[in-house]
């Protein structure tokens, strides 16, 4: 749905936030955070059932999600996904043990690892939002972060959206401690959201045009 | 009404803090003076970061200028930051100050802008979970251990364990296996009795530990001479039993023993010692010569006893007469 120049526009605004909560994670941890989004897309939720989508968003199977909605004139609800099987050993890493010390076949995630991995996507889909709504010029009103372990398939996929009807994908890469783990960011917008957001970008990819020619 | 609403936010089981946008304390609450011993009075008015000390950093200065100015809700982890109240004279020692969890929201009232914080004590619940942590550790070692024990003894339930060959209790149930394959295919099994001639001499000659040795290295050619299907068991003593499934001619098992009397032949060297052993071997074919596994081993067993009779060293199959 998006062009690459207005794709390229959304990358680098995101990657500029998203360098903050590298920074803040890092700080937290102890140890250094990279983060980056290097696929964006916009889709709709018919998409959501094409190979590109599962291919992003994240295995089938349990994963765990964490969101927050947020309002004013741009609003929906953004989420932050990954496979539930890298959950313990992110932990782990946050909580200063080695890769070595954590069993990653341990799927049972205590109340004190899901507040760690709601702290970890709180900051990032904070950063994420906040860039959002800077570029926008539009100050946005947060929820309190929800976090939950979901067992998802196909159809499951296409209920977490069904409300909204733009999606808003960013595919994640966080590295710790030479470990790799990579996640999905979903922002579910409405259509006004994802007007206002497509004239924005629109807009200062015109002023760039003017400002070369 | 103020001092009905002081009265419910003094009897909160959880922290209450507004700030204002210099992050200065306006709200204090009970559970705050306890965690802090800094009373109400002392604490408004004055910066947070003077009060706590984690709102001295730049992060944290940082989440309460979003939660004011762009509106951000941040949820912050005891387990990542420990504690962020506590008395001054803790400061030094994290296991004292325990472990909290804190939240940060903007608060709107009368078109101005606030940060307002939660805070909730998580130590007991941190302390229950280490412990329990500690336990499924422990837990897991005894499982480890139990189920090593559990393997031993069924290790030795099965297996014979000075040649590590099949016991007579395994022995049986792979036979029984055998004969009812051997009903649906057609096809003919084998059972091999074996006794080793002159082997008291060799234990009495060269030792007990030299026969052990000559017991764990006729087991070792035995296993050479079948197929992986086949089953090679130590009877008892120095005799063994052998099951040659899917058997089409007696002509293949007389090969079969032909092959394993001259491996046996070969001199055995025991450590320093060295020695020859020849032996005795009867056959039964099922269905022939028994349809069950008591008859087959007693007929083998018979026909290995007509070996030893007629000079030993060679096979017999069973013949009634």
């Known amino acids: 749905m998006l062009s690459e120049m207005q794709k390229d526009v959304l990358t680098e605004v995101v990657n500029i936030a998203i360098g903050r909560s590298a920074a803040l994670l890092s700080e937290m941890t102890g140890r250094k955070v990279e983060l980056s989004v290097p696929y964006i897309d916009l889709l709709t939720v018919q998409d959501v059932e094409s190979p590109i989508f599962s291919q992003i968003v994240v295995d089938k199977g349990h994963i765990i999600s964490s969101s927050i909605k947020f309002g004013t004139e741009f609003k929906g609800k953004a989420f932050l996904l990954f496979p539930a099987r890298q959950a313990k050993l992110l932990v782990g890493l946050c909580l200063g043990d080695s890769a070595n010390d954590t069993n990653i076949n341990d799927k049972d995630l205590l109340d004190t690892d899901f507040d760690v991995l709601m702290e970890i996507s709180n900051v990032i889909l904070n950063t994420i939002m906040g860039g959002l709504g800077n570029f926008l010029e539009s100050k946005l009103i947060y929820s309190l972060p929800e976090i939950e372990m979901l067992f998802v398939s196909p159809e499951g996929q296409r209920v977490l959206l069904q409300e909204n009807m733009y999606v808003l994908v960013l595919q994640a890469k966080l590295g710790l401690a030479d470990n790799q783990f990579e996640g999905a960011i979903l922002i579910a917008l409405s259509l006004d959201s994802v007007t206002q957001l497509i004239s924005r970008i629109d807009r200062l990819v015109g002023n760039l045009h003017e400002s070369v020619f | ?321």
């Not at chain 2, 204002?20 to 970061?49: K, T, Y």
């Not at chain 2, 031993?152 to 022995?171: E, I, S």
């Open chain 2, 1 to 321: 009404m103020n001092q009905f609403f002081d009265r419910i936010l003094d009897h909160l089981n959880l922290g209450v803090l507004l700030v204002d946008n210099n992050h200065s304390v306006l709200v204090w609450n009970s559970w705050l003076e306890r965690a802090s011993g800094v009373p109400q009075e002392e604490a408004v008015g004055r910066p947070l970061g003077e009060i706590c000390p984690c709102f001295q950093k730049d992060s944290f200065k940082e989440m309460l200028d979003n939660a004011i100015v762009n509106g951000e809700h941040r949820f912050c982890s005891g387990m990542l930051h420990n504690a962020f109240v506590y008395p001054k004279d803790r400061g030094g020692d994290i296991t004292e100050k325990g472990r909290q969890n804190m939240q940060i929201e903007a608060f709107y009232q009368n078109g101005k802008v606030f940060a307002l914080i939660q805070i909730s004590d998580i130590t007991s619940q941190y302390r229950r979970i280490n412990r329990l942590q500690h336990l499924l550790k422990e837990l897991e070692v005894d499982y480890e251990s139990v189920k090593e024990s559990e393997e031993h003894a069924k290790r030795n339930a099965l297996y014979d364990p000075l040649t590590g060959l099949c016991n007579r209790t395994l022995f049986y149930d792979r036979l029984k296996h055998s004969l009812d394959q051997a009903v649906r295919s057609g096809q003919l099994v084998a059972l091999l009795f074996l006794d080793l001639d002159g082997f008291k001499s060799v234990n009495d000659s060269m030792g007990h530990l030299s026969g052990d040795l000559l017991l764990k290295e006729v087991a070792a050619r035995l296993n050479t001479a079948v197929r992986k299907t086949d089953t090679v068991c130590r009877w008892g003593g120095d005799e063994y039993t052998m099951i040659l499934s899917d058997i089409k001619t007696k002509n293949d098992v007389e090969m079969i023993a032909e092959n394993i009397r001259s491996l046996l032949s070969a001199e055995f060297n025991l450590g320093d010692k060295k020695t020859f052993i020849t032996v005795s071997i009867g056959i039964s074919l099922f269905p022939v010569d028994g349809d069950n596994s008591e008859t087959m081993v007693k007929h083998a067993d018979s026909a290995m006893y007509s070996v030893k009779a007629t000079g030993k060293n060679g096979y017999q199959f069973y013949s009634i007469t």
